[in-house]
């Protein structure tokens, strides 16, 4: 009897061990691991939808900066109806436009849920025409197609009777304790209510307006990736996140994260706003594209649907036009790397992942043959990607008794250019070598 007591006390702490580490080992799997598929993916789709689309107006901001009365702002519940919203629609046009994955608001700065959340008084199922829960069938058309879905949530609240900003020039309160224990635990049961979603992804957003220990910020990280040790967190998490997410201005030079993300809109709006016509070509937005790939990052393109759940006709033909030229040059975007200095080539590059493929990104009609200079590299082939046309090339200035490269032209004639962007393969002989060296003063023959 003494014997078996012992050996079930035993038994009961190796569970608990093994529960434990298995836990521990759950916190979360290593970054570089954990942000593969996000290095490679290079393009997703940002959807904010929310009441604002009623009016058309600026998302949340709209009643903060006073624009509008809060109480009028707010009946806009009364006109969202997504009485055509088709998630399945969206996730066929998501896959259509060549994104890896896709961003949606589950809750913006209004306080209005689009699920069916069991904290607070503002969600889309009990407050709005709409009557149901956007976000499950969101995800579940995403995950059939075998895309990535992350979840946008702002952190702040400017609705929530907890939280102590209202508007701009209203504040609820400055200091209170007993109040903003109350809203973190508002926050954090929502949080959790997201994690049953099990998204790849969480965006935060309106983390400024509080400290990192005043949101709780590790605590939050411990719980998503508790519940999903793969999964990914933006920078919006004050000293929490993954990767860095550059807003509407195209990065000047390469970010210093190597994990990063540019978000912007297709017009200057983030919401639906009939009024702003100010679109983007798809032209102008396929070189913002290959701009974010040459610096080894992606673009997050936001769509505005409709408070009925239509995607605006204009942004559908962005959509469409955009997956036009990644289903064409799909070799040269995903999985691709930071192209090398603009001093070798006069344009965008970026490199295959084992770098010994350059690609070569021409975003306008050349007045002559393409010049790459500095690669030591000799050449195997080049081609057109997307038509495989092989290009002629030549080296010349090859000094025999210098050790600095010739210049290497490529010929790129005009029929096998493509509308938007042409890309053209350049395979080494081995990884990428670039001459580095200053050129001197030539001391023998
Ligand atoms: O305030 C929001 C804004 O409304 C929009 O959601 C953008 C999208 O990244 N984020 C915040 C501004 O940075």
Redesign the pocket.
């Known amino acids: 009897m003494k014997y078996n007591k012992k050996l079930s006390s035993i038994v009961i702490i190796l569970l608990f061990l093994n529960v434990f580490c298995a836990n521990s080992q759950q916190a979360e799997k290593p970054k570089e691991k954990r942000l593969a598929w996000f290095k490679d993916a290079k393009l997703g789709i940002f959807i ?1 939808w929310g009441i604002y689309a009623v009016n058309g107006i600026d ?3 709209s009643f903060y900066n006073n624009y509008i009365s809060y109480p009028d702002y707010m009946k806009q519940l009364n006109g969202f109806t997504a009485h055509n919203y088709n998630p399945k629609k969206w996730a066929k046009l998501i896959e259509e436009s060549g994104a890896k994955y896709t961003i949606i608001t589950t809750k ?2 209004d306080g209005v849920a689009l699920w069916n959340t069991k904290f607070g008084k503002l969600n889309t199922v009990q407050h709005t025409p709409a009557k149901k829960d956007l976000i499950t069938p969101f995800v579940k058309a995403i995950k059939k197609r075998n895309l990535k879905v992350g979840l946008y949530y702002s952190l702040l609240d400017w609705s929530h009777s907890d939280y102590p900003n209202f508007t701009r020039t209203k504040k609820r309160y400055t200091e209170d304790d007993k109040k903003w224990e109350s809203f973190t635990k508002f926050n954090f049961g929502q949080l959790t209510e997201l994690t049953s979603f099990n998204p790849d992804m969480y965006w935060f ?2 983390d400024w307006e509080q400290s990192a220990k005043k949101w709780k910020a590790k605590e939050i990280r411990n719980l998503l990736l508790s519940r999903n040790p793969n999964a990914i967190i933006n920078s919006r998490l004050q000293g929490y996140g993954d990767y860095a997410t550059p ?1 509407q201005g195209v990065p000047i030079s390469k970010p210093s994260s190597i994990f990063w993300e540019l ?1 912007m809109t297709m017009n200057n709006s ?1 919401g639906y706003q009939p009024n702003d016509k100010k679109y983007k070509s798809i032209n102008q937005i396929i070189r913002i594209l290959v701009d974010c790939i040459s610096m080894g990052g992606n673009l997050l393109l936001d769509i505005a649907p409709k408070p009925d759940g239509t995607i605006p006709q204009e942004q559908v033909a962005i959509l469409k036009g955009l997956g036009r030229w990644t289903k064409k040059h799909k070799e040269a975007i995903y999985g691709t790397r930071a192209g090398i200095p603009k001093e070798h080539f006069n344009g965008y590059t970026a490199l295959s992942k084992d770098k010994t493929i350059l690609y070569l990104y021409v975003d306008n009609k050349p007045n002559g043959p393409l010049l790459i200079k500095g690669l030591k590299n000799k050449v195997n082939r080049i081609w057109v990607v997307g038509n495989g046309t092989k290009l002629s090339h030549k080296v010349v200035g090859k000094q025999y008794w210098s050790s600095v490269p010739g210049l290497l032209y490529i010929d790129l004639p005009e029929k096998v250019q493509d509308k938007d962007v042409t890309v053209i393969a350049v395979l080494l002989r081995g990884k990428v070598d670039l001459f580095r060296e200053e050129v001197k003063a030539i001391e023998s023959n």
């Open positions: 904010h998302e949340s901001w913006h700065h957003d309106g807003e978000c983030w």
